[in-house]
């Protein structure tokens, strides 16, 4: 069964200091791998994902993330915080096979991201 | 236009009361998608529906019972509330059932029950 971590439920970055977020995967194979971003009282909204081919993805708002098969990992970065950066982050994952007729996809804990001025 | 949208985005009731949750999407999408985020933003499947066929069904209660009525609507009936059920629901929807799809969430339902 495929399963996601994300180390840290809270990071504080100042602003315009690089944004790590970390995110550990376990699946029989490579899964196709999302980060979502929920900004306070709203539905969640994409920022990148991986599903074949490049390994570092590039995102929306200067985001990107770089799948590691070697460390089952899929850390998402940003070189420079922003303001407008505070916000939940979630690591999803999902398996590429079907599973009962259908696949699902199983996501973080989430990460809570302060940006100080 | 808004892409998915729910209907209400509070709801305020007492337990042992019957609510349901709207959802409708403006994508095209095939599939649609209900989420339970609890108090620590843990984020859990619940259903999903395929051109009005479920498709995944995960271990939830019986008072909670889905309907999808065509491919751009997706309900969700809750019967006896109880306090656990007290969480914020997202509806989302995505061009296939396949899970590389970005899947496109709505605003969200925050329920309390008292």
Partial sequence: ?117 | DTAVSQTPKYLVTQMGNDKSIKCEQNLGHDTMYWYKQDSKKFLKIMFSYNNKELIINETVPNRFSPKSPDKAHLNLHINSLELGDSAVYFCASSPTRDSYNEQFFGPGTRLTVL
């Fill in chain 1, 1 to 117: 069964a495929q399963s996601v971590t994300q180390l840290g439920s809270h990071v504080s970055v100042s602003e315009g200091a690089l944004v790590l977020l970390r995110c550990n995967y376990s699946s029989s194979v490579p899964p196709y791998l999302f980060w979502y971003v929920q900004y306070p009282n709203q539905g969640l909204q994409l920022l990148l994902k991986y599903t074949t081919g490049a390994t570092l993805v590039k995102g929306i708002n200067g985001f990107e993330a770089e799948f590691k098969k070697s460390e089952t990992s899929f850390h998402l970065t940003k070189p420079s915080a922003h303001m407008s950066d505070a916000a939940e982050y979630f690591c999803a994952v999902s398996d590429r096979s079907y599973s009962g007729g259908y696949q699902k996809v199983t996501f973080g804990t989430g990460t809570k991201l302060q940006v100080i001025p």
